[in-house]
């Protein structure tokens, strides 16, 4: 299946730190991607739509002045937690689809935050 | 609003049996439907997608879909305990940039 990676894999901050996360598509392009969080024994939550050369599309509830979204190309979104929180502390993923219309996607390993 | 219903669990079965996991929708424009695997403090992994009524085989998964009933299910023939993870449901509209509706997951649990 397609592979998409993300890194860091795990990141440990302090509080008010600002904290990024990539997202990129290894062997396909994606003009979309999606971004999740996850807190322990729920289920995923979608955050926002990545979409490349526009602006990103949030979820109710989530800031976007807080999570911001850049996706700078075909094969790179980010994901940028800012003055980070203790309960911003949580699972983040990234999926993104496989071109083709078949709206398969695959998931990146996804990300441990943890706010001091 | 679009919703994708399925029993949490956990679901208890023993080593060798089968097990069922059930999903429910209530869009009926869905038109894709999905299967992930989950384990635990891992990201979901895909284990196989449906689009048209009936039956679908890959090894000892098969899924069952119905749309006239909003219905899907996998099953997985010879439980093992490595299969012991949480299964995602979700479903889509087919829609260019529009994110799967994911379930709230069924936790399985076989015991060796």
Sequence with gaps: GAVVSQHPSRVICKSGTSVKIECRSLDFQATTMFWYRQFPKQSLMLMATSNEGSKATYEQGVEKDKFLINHASLTLSTLTVTSAHPEDSSFYICSAPVAGGTDTQYFGPGTRLTVL | ?112
Excluded: H
Excluded at chain 2, 76 to 94: E, F, G, K, M, W
């Design chain 2, 1 to 112: 609003q679009k919703e994708v219903e399925q029993n949490s669990g956990p679901l208890s079965v023993p080593e060798g049996a089968i097990a069922s996991l059930n999903c429910t929708y209530s869009d009926r424009g869905s038109q894709s439907f999905f299967w992930y695997r989950q384990y635990s403090g891992k990201s979901p992994e895909l284990i196989m997608f449906i689009y048209s009524n009936g039956d679908k085989e890959d090894g000892r998964f098969t899924a069952q879909l119905n749309k006239a009933s909003q219905y899907v299910s996998l099953l997985i023939r010879d439980s093992q305990p490595s299969d012991s993870a949480t299964y995602l449901c979700a479903v889509s509209l087919n829609q260019a940039g529009t994110a799967l509706i994911f379930g709230k997951g069924t936790t399985l649990s076989v015991s060796s």
